[in-house]
Structures are given as structure tokens and as C-alpha cells.
């Protein structure tokens, strides 16, 4: 039993695909599946794979008995993660605003800039450029066969495992999905967990 169970444990899946954990069998998810979409950005899935003609929509994958953001937009779920930045950050959510993809030249850009501004004012009092960090796989074929099967089948079978790899060891991060910030106050780098929200059934 315990062989059976630490088996399970250290299987490597695709477990949340556009949105939904795997085993979410709902007529929401099955139709954000029929439309490839992105309910964290509200929008069609982005991500591509040159192996399959439609959009690659594996948001999470269950890897060694955690599950593992791989797709950036996965942090953006009710925005929460702004809101706990702000509170880390600035104290506070009030008067904040968040730009995507700023430009600083000789750089590049920054995921997001968070921007704390006086009250009723452009004045800008502080800021944060945010950059999300997911997981990379490696050998990402395995990872798309186990992402086509359950797009055929709507389901993988028990005990299905594939041999992708992460680039890093959850085990040496605070959680498995996290957010980078830094400011012009601090530019030293913080970690900000992000829970993982799967719609499990």
C-alpha cells in the first residue's frame, strides 16, 4: 500500500487545463475547454505547441505530490495576488494602479508595474515592478501527450505518469507558485506565495 500510495505521490500529470483541475467534470469546465479558454485572463488560451494545432492549455501540473504553476496568467486569478503585493508593499490597496508589460530601455519589460499614487493626484509616491516565476518543463513532449490524451478522452487514466522535467526543485521554494517583486526602495527580491486554487470535483 504505501509502495501504491508513494507511487501516486511522485506521478507527473497535467492537472489543471484551461482553468480546471482534470477530474472537474462540470458543464463550465467542459465548455472553457471547447473554447480553449483562459479564465484567469478572461480571454482564449496564448500558450502554443508546435506538436498540436490548438492552444496548449495545460495551467498546472501535479509534480512529485505539488502542483506546479507553468503558465504565467495563473497568478492572475481575481487579482489577487496584486491586492496581497499591495498590502506587502504599500500597507495598503487604495489609490494603486497596475501597467502590464512596461518597457525600460537597455532592459526590457517588466510583467507588471504596480504604481502607488497620493490621492486624487498623478503624483506617483512609490512602485513595484512585478515579474511572475513559473515552472519550465523539460522534455515538454511527454507533458503535451499527457495534455492531448485528456483532450481526446476527457479523462487520464489512473496511475498515468509522464516524463517531463521542472527546472527547479519545489522543494527549495517557499511554494510552488510565486511572484518576484522588487522596488526602488528594496532591491533586494522577495518571494510572495500564491496558493493554488484548482477547481477540484
Not at 9 to 23: H, V
Not at 187 to 199: D, G, L
Request: hydrophobic content about 35%.
Amino acid at each position: 500500500m504505501e509502495k501504491i500510495h508513494r507511487g501516486r505521490l511522485m506521478a507527473k500529470y497535467p492537472s489543471e487545463i484551461f482553468g480546471c483541475y482534470l477530474r472537474n467534470i462540470s458543464p463550465e469546465a467542459e465548455e472553457m475547454r471547447r473554447k480553449y479558454w483562459c479564465p484567469f485572463h478572461e480571454s482564449p488560451c496564448y500558450k502554443q505547441s508546435r506538436l498540436i494545432d490548438y492552444p496548449f492549455g495545460v495551467c498546472t501540473a501535479h509534480v512529485d505530490g505539488q502542483e506546479i504553476a507553468l503558465c504565467p496568467r495563473r497568478f492572475l486569478e481575481k487579482n489577487k495576488v496584486f491586492h496581497d503585493i499591495a498590502l506587502s508593499r504599500f500597507g495598503t490597496s487604495d489609490n494603486v494602479l497596475v501597467f502590464s508589460e512596461v518597457g525600460l530601455p537597455g532592459i526590457g519589460n517588466f510583467d507588471f508595474v504596480m504604481v502607488q499614487h497620493k490621492p486624487l493626484s498623478t503624483h506617483v509616491e512609490d512602485f513595484v515592478a512585478i515579474e511572475f516565476q513559473t515552472g519550465q518543463t523539460t522534455s515538454t513532449g511527454q507533458l503535451v501527450e499527457g495534455f492531448k490524451t485528456f483532450m481526446k478522452d476527457r479523462c487520464l487514466q489512473e496511475g498515468s505518469s509522464y516524463h517531463f522535467g521542472i527546472n527547479y526543485s519545489p522543494a527549495n521554494l517557499p511554494h510552488p507558485l510565486f511572484a518576484k517583486e522588487g522596488s526602488k526602495k528594496c532591491f533586494s527580491h522577495k518571494f510572495v506565495a500564491h496558493p493554488t486554487r484548482c477547481n477540484r470535483v
